[in-house]
């Protein structure tokens, strides 16, 4: 197995250094780094590594992201490297092992084609506070909205395919909200991927770290909801058209039909029209997905129609155990029903849209 080590690196020190000669020194053959617009102070950092055979430089004339230094790599193998059946991407200051890669490696060996991601313990005392906290958030986030199953969210320690360069190089953004690309690609096109546990390393707090906690978070954040975002609009859209329609009908049908009759016709067209709308926004604009129109639409309104359901046992159900009416009876519907929408995206995203390898 021909493996590549790629390092983005920015304005780097001797622990730069000292990672590219111990990566040598243990065996490693080819490795590409990506100067990512450093200062020309730093340039005999880069000079020394190029003076080895096994290293590649690769260079950016102005910083544009750890993303875009991934991406320049990647696009670099897949053009250049075809001998290389595998990548390993990890920080070039020292915070990932040799041997946390040897072991994501092995791992690879054993589940080939897949990806594999070095998760850090962020339960260990030696772990700064605001990124043991931030990590347990961020894997809530990631797991709700985007279905990633993962400790360690923000590791850059990942062994990549060969068969993902291309398209790996080819993923929007250019900063540390690439990263977080590069899962949901994962989890979107199914390729099967796999958590190892790896070396915590924090040197001096973190100290070295590009990553700035307001801005890139903000990025990353808005990444990984973007789903569930999609989804409320598309809801949102639905619920005006179903509005709509309902008052067309109304107004056309004012002095032809008996109220009762208006109100059924009403009733009934306006919601097989926006639920028509909410699939055909959720399949092609929020989840994008591929599978045949044929079973998406039957698992749709298989769930649509046990929402209802449930979301008139509940309401039943909780109005009589609190002996409640009118407007409290309303609130317990809103809870009933914002519980169930949460419920009907995760159903949605896992089920009714999921996209098939």
């Not at 993902?164 to 949901?184: P, Q, V």
Request: hydrophobic share 45%; charged share 20%; net charge neutral.
């Amino acid at each position: 197995m021909k493996t590549a080590v790629i390092l983005p690196v920015l304005n780097p020190d001797e622990k730069f250094t000292n990672f590219v000669n111990k990566l040598i020194e243990s065996g490693f053959e080819d490795i590409v780094v990506v100067n990512d617009g450093s200062s020309a102070d730093y340039d005999h950092f880069y000079d020394e590594a190029a003076t080895n055979e096994q290293v590649v430089v690769l260079k950016h004339e102005v910083n544009k992201g750890k993303g875009a230094a991934l991406k320049t790599a990647f696009s670099y193998l897949a053009d250049n490297r075809l001998d290389i059946d595998v990548a390993v991407t990890c920080d070039g200051d020292g915070q990932h092992s040799v041997e946390s890669m040897k072991d994501c490696l092995k791992a690879f060996e054993e589940h080939p084609d897949s990806v594999i991601i070095g998760g850090r313990d962020f339960d260990s005392e030696n772990i700064p506070k605001r990124s043991r906290w931030g990590n347990k958030i961020s894997s809530f986030v990631y797991r709700f909205s985007c279905g990633i199953k993962l400790k360690d969210t923000q590791t850059g320690l990942r062994v990549i395919p060969a068969s993902c360069f291309e398209s790996f190089s080819k993923l929007a953004g250019d900063r540390y909200e690439y990263e977080t690309n590069m899962l949901i690609e994962i989890v979107n096109r199914n390729i099967p991927y796999y958590e190892v546990p790896i070396e915590t390393i924090y040197i001096d707090d973190n100290a070295s770290s590009h990553f700035n906690p307001i801005k890139d978070s903000m990025k990353i954040y808005s990444v990984v909801l973007r789903y569930f975002f999609k989804f409320v609009i598309s809801s949102i859209t639905s619920w005006v058209v179903d509005i709509g329609v309902y008052a067309i009908l109304e107004f056309a049908l004012a002095n032809a039909v008996t109220a009762g009759t208006r109100v059924l016709i009403c009733t009934i067209a306006s919601r097989v029209i926006s639920s028509i709308c909410n699939y055909l926004l959720n399949r092609n604009g929020v989840f994008k997905s591929a599978d045949n129109v044929k079973s998406t639409v039957v698992k749709y309104y298989i769930l649509a129609i046990c929402q209802m359901f449930a979301s008139y046992a509940l309401v039943f159900f909780f109005t009589r155990i609190l002996h409640v009416g009118g407007v409290l009876e309303l609130i317990v519907k809103c809870v009933v029903d914002l519980l169930l929408f949460i419920f009907s995206y995760n159903i949605q995203r896992k089920w009714v849209f999921v996209n098939k390898k």
